[in-house]
């Protein structure tokens, strides 16, 4: 089935600075990659998602970039700021049987220092 | 709006006992699905489901079992409990079976077992 690794596992930021997050996937046949946004005790939510037949997408200080060649994608926040501080999952889509799953990245705890 | 439902929020069983984890969302959703999430693991897919009576296994189903008589419903059944349980479940759903559309997730089940 489909493997999807994420780097960093955490990451510490300086509010103003960007961070990135970068993940790999291993099915060339995904073709949907969204990533979520985990706050403390919650459950998590869509900040963003790309289709392979984009190369980047923006939503003010979030980016997605997909490199299908080399079957990479990152997350990219601008300008941080304390709220963005949670922990952040890549995903990606297959379908190696038959029916669509979400396969997931270990997730990255992002922390913005104030 | 309610979306995805979970209950109970958290659980503690002893090693044997049987449970139910509750999961009810209110959009009309085709696609359903069980996740848990361990340390460093990120999000493990445990059973799906793309329509009402149809269901099927994903990444880590042993030990688990699942039903969908409406669409409405998708419950989680521990069969045993063991303390390899230990973990936070979430349910999620999404519109669409190719699980091309955002996936919304309820709140979580952090369950103990001793």
């Known amino acids: 089935g489909e493997n999807v690794e994420q780097h960093p596992s955490t990451l510490s930021v300086q509010e103003g600075d960007s961070a990135v997050i970068k993940c790999t996937y291993s099915?060339?046949?995904?073709?949907?990659f969204p990533w979520y946004k985990q706050e403390l005790g919650k459950g998590p939510q869509l900040i963003i998602d790309?289709?392979?037949?984009?190369g980047e997408k923006k939503d003010q200080r979030i980016a997605v970039t997909l490199n299908k060649t080399a079957k990479h994608f990152s997350l990219h926040i601008t300008e941080t700021q304390p709220e963005d501080s949670a922990v952040y999952f890549c995903?990606?889509?297959?379908?190696?049987?038959?029916?669509?799953?979400?396969?997931f990245g270990a997730g990255t705890t992002v922390t913005v220092r104030a | 709006n309610a979306g995805v439902t979970q209950t109970p929020k958290f659980q503690v069983l002893k090693t044997g006992q049987s449970m139910t984890l509750q999961c009810a969302q209110d959009?009309?959703?085709?696609?359903m699905s069980w996740y848990r999430q361990d340390p460093g693991m990120g999000l493990r897919l445990i059973h799906y489901?793309?329509?009402?009576?149809?269901?099927d296994q994903g990444e880590v189903p042993n030990g688990y079992n699942v039903s969908r008589s409406t669409t409405e419903d998708f419950p989680l059944r521990l069969l045993s409990a063991a303390p390899s349980q230990t973990s936070v479940y979430f349910c999620?759903?999404?519109?669409?079976?190719?699980?091309?559309?955002?996936?919304?997730f309820g709140q979580g089940t952090r369950l103990t077992v001793v």
């Open positions: 999620a759903s999404s519109y669409s079976r190719t699980v091309d559309t955002e996936a919304f």
């Open positions: 099915d060339s046949a995904s073709n949907y």
């Open positions: 790309i289709r392979s037949n984009v």
């Open positions: 995903a990606a889509s297959s379908a190696p049987s038959g029916d669509y799953k979400l396969s």
């Open positions: 959009m009309n959703h085709e696609y």
């Open positions: 489901s793309v329509g009402a009576g149809i269901t």
